[in-house]
């Protein structure tokens, strides 16, 4: 079964100190691993799309990473505005009625930076 | 680029009574529509896929007879939530999967990701 796990649940940095989220995950063949930030109340705002191990992608203060089992999501010298739930998905290959292009979520990282 | 809208943002409404969500990709055409819901503090469970001119596929657990889908064009799907009850009282969220291979505006994209509505949320007395 796929499965995706993030941790940790939830991480208060301090303004200015650089952390990293995990997400690991299981997959019957990887199409693609996303980054979403979500924020209360509102849906999902789309950060990047890892496609193969070692593949890395860079947004201002955020950097993702993946290899075969995790993917990181880096976040350097971080301000109070990227205070957020992150999310990670994962697609798999398979093509599964609905399956092919469905996303399994995991559970997110709510992060607190505090000035 | 990639903006998908969400209406209504929020709606109340009494036991037994019906709601339309409406969600529209505005700058981009969307071959498939998915539809989302969220507890507070929990992840988003996929309710069901749906494709531009073909029945919704729903996930296991949904009822598709209360959550009717309609994908009548490639920028519009419908959410209806049937005789709704207390325990349908959560944080709707429709995502949008590009037909072509770049969006405008948003550089490097490709068709495969999925992009969010801001949400609805509906409580139901």
């Known amino acids: 079964e796929d499965q995706v796990t993030q941790s940790p649940e939830a991480l208060r940095l301090q303004e200015g100190e650089s952390s990293s989220l995990n997400c690991s995950y299981t997959?019957?063949?990887?199409?693609?691993l996303f980054w979403y930030r979500q924020d209360p109340g509102k849906g999902p705002e789309f950060l990047f799309t890892?496609?193969?191990a070692g593949e890395e992608k860079e947004k201002e203060r955020l950097k993702a990473t993946l290899t075969k089992k995790e993917s990181f999501l880096h976040i350097t010298a971080p301000k109070p505005e990227d205070s957020a739930t992150y999310l990670c998905?994962?697609?798999?290959?398979?093509?599964?009625?609905?399956?092919?292009?469905?996303?399994?979520f995991g559970a997110g990282t709510r992060l607190a930076v505090h000035p | 680029g990639a903006v998908v809208s969400q209406h209504p943002s929020w709606v109340i409404c009494k036991s037994g009574t019906s709601v339309k969500i409406e969600c529209r990709s505005l700058?981009?055409?969307?071959?498939?529509m998915f539809w989302y819901r969220q507890f507070p503090k929990q992840s988003l469970m996929l309710m069901a896929t749906?494709?531009?001119?073909?029945?919704?596929?729903?996930e296991q657990g949904v009822e598709k007879d209360k959550f009717l889908i309609n994908h009548a064009s490639l920028t519009l799907s419908t959410l209806t939530v049937t005789s709704a009850h207390p325990e349908d009282s959560s944080f709707y969220i429709c995502?949008?999967?590009?037909?072509?291979?770049?969006?405008?505006?948003?550089?490097?994209?490709?068709?495969?990701?999925?992009?969010f509505g801001p949400g609805t949320r509906l409580t139901v007395l």
């Open positions: 890892l496609y193969s």
């Open positions: 749906s494709n531009e001119g073909s029945k919704a596929t729903y």
């Open positions: 700058d981009f055409q969307a071959t498939t």
């Open positions: 997959v019957s063949g990887l199409r693609g």
């Open positions: 998905a994962v697609q798999a290959h398979r093509s599964i009625s609905g399956g092919y292009n469905k996303l399994i």
């Open positions: 995502s949008a999967r590009a037909l072509v291979d770049r969006i405008p505006g948003l550089a490097g994209a490709l068709y495969n990701e999925q992009f």
